[in-house]
């Protein structure tokens, strides 16, 4: 029979190597568990997708869609960024801020992409496929994009002749004939009518504004300068404005200014009165 101290201590080590046992199992299992789980992010798809599809724009404004990116793969991958566009379009990639022809994604990263598309101003309109493609050495992930181009919009602003150049008499009116016309595919609305004049000229419009402009038509405005007494003779320049929402044009216009017939028998009677002024000094004082 073995002595009472022998088979306490012995019952001890028991408890404690059963205690020790369960507890490695327990860190080795959970770290077998955690060496089984890839890192975070990593799901083994490879994913480019876009909050947007499809865009409906003007001809003249920019297709801008949110695209994400992103690499479920174990390793870092280099994408390479392409797309199919229409001749004589225009086509950017950005990544905070800055354009990029490609994007090293890490393992288990996503990247958001800003994909700018301009059409051409001569697009007819109608919907147009864009694929847009980014191509690692192990995959090509491929995004359609749709582009609506509703029309463009664009406004011309001249004269019935072409002549931008014209005479006017210091102190007085003189009305200019302007042509606005809209040069693009989409009707134009609320024109409005402004002048850049020389110091202290005044300009009025009549209409002050061309409400609704059809693609193609033409509407005309009469401009009115009024030049102020005593401008001195030359040429001076005022650009006239025509505005709308989506478009705008300017035209220059050179008006040579010339002095009126008044001032000028005026300058010449006081240039001979002075004349006769001196004569009559020099025959009065000359003789002595």
């Known amino acids: 029979m073995l002595p009472e101290h022998f088979s306490m201590r012995s019952s001890h080590f028991i408890r404690l190597f059963f205690v ?9 299992s959970d770290t077998g568990l955690k060496a089984q789980q890839p890192p975070s992010g990593i799901d083994r798809q490879q994913t480019f997708t876009a909050r947007l599809m499809n865009l409906e724009a003007a001809a003249s404004e920019t297709f801008r869609y949110n695209a994400s990116l992103h690499n479920g793969a174990a390793e870092t991958r ?3 960024l392409s797309a199919d566009i229409p001749a ?21 990263r996503t990247q958001d992409i800003t994909i700018e598309i301009n059409a051409s101003l001569n697009a007819e309109p109608g919907k147009f496929n864009i694929p847009v493609k980014a191509v690692s050495s192990s995959d090509t992930l491929t995004l359609n994009l749709e582009a609506v181009v509703k029309g463009s919009y664009k406004l011309e602003l001249s004269t019935p002749t072409g002549r931008l150049s014209d005479e006017v008499t210091s102190g007085r009116n003189t009305q200019i004939h302007l042509v606005v016309r809209n040069a693009g595919t989409i ?13 202290k000229w005044e300009a009025s419009f009549e209409p002050t504004k061309v409400t609704e402009l059809e693609p193609g038509k033409t509407a005309e405005v009469i401009a009115t300068l009024k030049v102020p007494d005593k401008t001195i003779a030359g040429d001076y320049q005022t650009t006239f404005s025509a505005k709308e929402t989506n478009a705008n044009a300017d035209a220059v216009f050179r008006m040579t200014v010339k002095t009126s017939l008044l001032s000028g028998w005026i300058g010449i009677l006081i240039i001979l009165l002075a004349g006769a002024l001196i004569y009559y000094l020099i025959r009065k004082y000359g003789r002595r």
Not at 20 to 28: D, E, L, P, T
Not at 89 to 108: R, Y
Request: proline share 4%; glycine share 6%.
């Open 20 to 28: 020790s046992f369960f507890f490695a199992a327990f860190i080795f």
């Open 78 to 80: 280099l994408y390479q």
């Open 88 to 108: 004589g379009w225009l086509l950017a990639f950005k990544t905070d801020g800055s354009q990029v022809s490609s994007i090293n994604l890490e393992a288990g």
């Open 187 to 199: 009707p134009l609305k609320e024109i409005t009518l402004s002048a850049q004049a020389p110091s």
